[in-house]
């Protein structure tokens, strides 16, 4: 790995554990959002930031197993998250919509994060969380094309 480029492998180790830790205190704070599980938030704020999806959409767009998803989506739909709709477009296969009380408990469970996050980074400059912000939203744009790439569907 060059040392100019990315930093010392020492560093980017520090980076695998600070996101280790990361990846753990998200997992535990939406413990606490009123019950509902990781994936389901997932699954809900994905389909509130594109739409309605169909499984195989959302599969691909959260690179799950569609059985898995599949699984995931029932429960959702039987605690009255979501709702199975037919496509606005007219094909056969049926969307995934979030219901109103799944709007609701979306809106809720994120407010919480945000507050959650106001708490923790209330000592931080406007600078430094801009430039937080910037430089996580980078990582997870080079992780979506680090993983394109390995899946043959982005060109180098």
């Known amino acids: ?3 100019g480029k990315t930093g ?4 980017i180790a520090d980076i695998e554990y600070e996101q280790m830790l990361l990846s753990r205190y998200t997992i535990a704070q939406h ?3 009123g019950g ?21 959409e959302l599969s ?3 690179r799950l197993d569609s059985s898995t998803l599949q699984r995931q989506v029932t429960v959702a739909i039987k605690d009255g998250y979501l709702e199975r709709i037919p496509d606005p477009e007219g094909h056969v296969a049926r ?24 708490q923790i980074m209330e000592d931080w400059s406007a ?11 980078r990582f997870n744009n080079d992780i979506e ?4 790439m390995r899946r043959g569907l982005k060109a180098e």
């Open 95 to 118: 969307k995934i919509a979030l219901t109103r009380y799944g709007n609701e408990r979306l809106a809720d469970a994120r407010g919480a994060s945000i507050d959650a996050l106001e």
């Open 8 to 11: 010392s492998k020492s560093r």
């Open 60 to 62: 691909h767009a959260l």
């Open 31 to 33: 413990r606490h959002s």
């Open 145 to 148: 094309d680090d993983s394109q």
């Open 127 to 137: 600078k430094d969380i801009e430039q937080f912000a910037h430089l996580l939203h």
């Open 1 to 3: 790995m060059p040392e």
């Open 36 to 56: 509902m599980d990781r994936s389901v938030y997932l699954i809900m704020s994905r389909i509130d930031g594109s739409g309605p999806m169909s499984i195989a």
